[in-house]
Each structure stands twice: as structure tokens, then as C-alpha cells.
């Protein structure tokens, strides 16, 4: 989920953002001293977030794995970025910034489930942000408005490995965490706006 453009007048360091993220009613992200306000959810998305999450838990159950989903925030220390991914995973044990427990430092795989007009920022510069750390093995990018999944997978050169499913019946591996997705199922009950039929040629 991407965070709409707008900062606040003053610069903060991470403790202020920290105090006032802790007391906000929404959540915002944190970058270079700015605060921005994070896009809210549509249908689509938390649809489709419900069910990466259902199915990824079901799968992780009795591993060294524990998942997260839409209220908790990690911060990517290389670059200082505190932001809220849709879904990820962390492998034990669990990394926390502080004793309150509600910044992670060590996710190992991240989905975003991205709009239109929030991809371009999912896809370029958060990625660039979150690719600096290290424990990441897996970035996960789901279209809301078609059938689309971008796997982004860490080789041991430190290269990241596109890999892209877009048919029902095509299924998404994570050997990293031994899940696996069926896209049909990451789009269940998601209405996708009609693709238009190419025009017939004289």
C-alpha cells in the first residue's frame, strides 16, 4: 500500500514519529524526516489481502514462521523507511526495534497489493528501500485491477529474479517459506474490471 504525498511542515525524527504514530487513529509512513498519510483500502484490495493471509496461514502452521498483516509496521534500517506492508512473513526468531513490540526488523517476504496510481511507487522506490534489507528474500507485487502477481526473488549474488503468473490455474511458489499460492484463489470474490476486446482487423 502506498503512502499519498503528504508531509507534515516540520521535520520529525523517528522517536517523535514513533510517539505520534502510537497515539494516531491511521497510520502514516515515515521517510527523511517526513510523515505521510497512507492510502486507505477498497474492497479489492482488502479482499484480496484476506485472502493471502487465510491462505498463507494455513500453510505456515508449525514452522519457524509467523505472519503479519495490514497494523503492523516494520522499519527497513538501511534506509530509515517505517512503513505498514499489506502482508509479510518473518522467520524466528522475531527482530523488534524496541520493548513496545510493534516494529519489526527482520521480514523475510512482503506482498503489496497495489492500485493504478500507487504501482509505479510499490514497484520502484519502496521496493528500492526494502530490497536494502537484508533479511528479505521475497517481494511479492498482486494487482488489485487484473489478474496479476510479480514475484521478486533474491539470488545468492544479491540479484533479485522476476518471476510473473497471471492465469487461474498458475500457482506462485515460495520455497523460502515452503508456501505455495493458487492465483485463483489470491483473486477470490475480486470483481476485475473487463478487459476490452481487441479491435477486428479489415
Known sequence: MVAHR???EDFKTPAEYLEAERKAETKSEYINGRIYAMALR?????????NVVVSL????????????AWNMRIKVSETGLYTYPDVFVVCE?????DEQEDTLLNPAVIFEIVA??????DRGEKFAHYRR???????????QDQMRIEHFHRQENGDWLLHVVEQPDEILTLASINCQLVVSE?????TLPE?????LTQ
Open 57 to 68: 496461514n494455513a500453510q505456515l502452521r508449525s514452522k519457524w514462521f509467523e505472519l503479519f
Open 6 to 8: 503528504y508531509s507534515q
Open 195 to 199: 478487459v476490452p476486446a481487441p479491435p
Open 93 to 97: 526468531p522475531l527482530h523488534f526495534e
Open 186 to 190: 489470491v483473486y477470490e470474490r475480486v
Open 42 to 50: 477498497n474492497r479489492a484490495h482488502n479482499t484480496i489481502s484476506l
Open 133 to 143: 534489507r537484508q533479511s528479505l528474500t521475497d517481494y511479492i507485487v498482486i494487482a
Open 116 to 121: 493504478p496510481a500507487t504501482e509505479a511507487y
